[in-house]
């Protein structure tokens, strides 16, 4: 009896193993808002990690969170260090692309709560009076990542968090463009 439950245990393992080995390894979150504003206006808040505060739908989950700054105030290369607590982890971004209204694209480091790199990339489109911003962010899911996946789903809970973060920045590109 004890050897047939055991039995059943070690194949109940074996196939949750491989049914999690078979999900997809890469993942793509992405939101969109139309922001009353030139593409200009909304890509130097991106630009400027220093900016990030403002509207970041992370900045107010720890106000005791330490973030340092390195590298050039914005653009390519400016670097984004944070510690904070178990809601915004520890991390680093870098800024490794920045096109002037059109895109900045970001390597994001997680050292926790879950060590992980992806990529962060942010487009700028005009649509008349309006600017589309598209916030997406795209990685690989390593093996536990991947079982994390079968109970939790990505999108929902970033793609919450983009939302909200390009709220916050409609409202702070739009108060400023109205001074």
């Keep these: 009896m004890l050897k047939t439950i055991l039995v059943g245990l070690a194949a109940a393992v074996v196939a949750l193993v491989a049914y999690v080995a078979m999900q997809p ?12 504003a030139a593409p200009q206006d909304v890509f130097g808040q991106v630009n400027d990690f ?5 509207w970041s739908p992370w900045a107010k989950l720890d106000p005791n969170a330490k973030a340092t700054f390195e590298g ?3 653009g390519t ?3 984004f260090n944070w510690s904070g607590n178990e809601k915004v982890g520890e991390g680093r971004m870098t800024l490794i692309e920045s096109r002037p209204s059109e895109l900045i694209r970001i390597k994001l480091d ?4 879950m060590e992980g790199t992806s990529t962060a990339e942010f487009t700028f489109r005009p649509q008349g009076a309006e600017t589309a911003v598209t ?8 093996f536990i990542g991947r079982a994390i996946c079968l109970f939790m789903s990505l999108d ?9 973060g390009l709220t916050n920045l409609k409202s702070v590109v739009e108060a400023a463009v109205k001074r």
């Design 50 to 54: 220093r900016n990030w505060q403002a």
């Design 72 to 74: 050039p105030t914005s």
């Design 25 to 36: 390894s890469e993942f793509r979150v992405e939101r969109s808002a139309h922001i009353a």
């Design 77 to 79: 290369g400016a670097v």
């Design 110 to 113: 997680f050292l926790q709560p």
């Design 135 to 142: 916030w997406s962010m795209s990685g690989h899911n390593n």
């Design 156 to 164: 929902k809970v970033m793609g919450g968090d983009f939302e909200k």
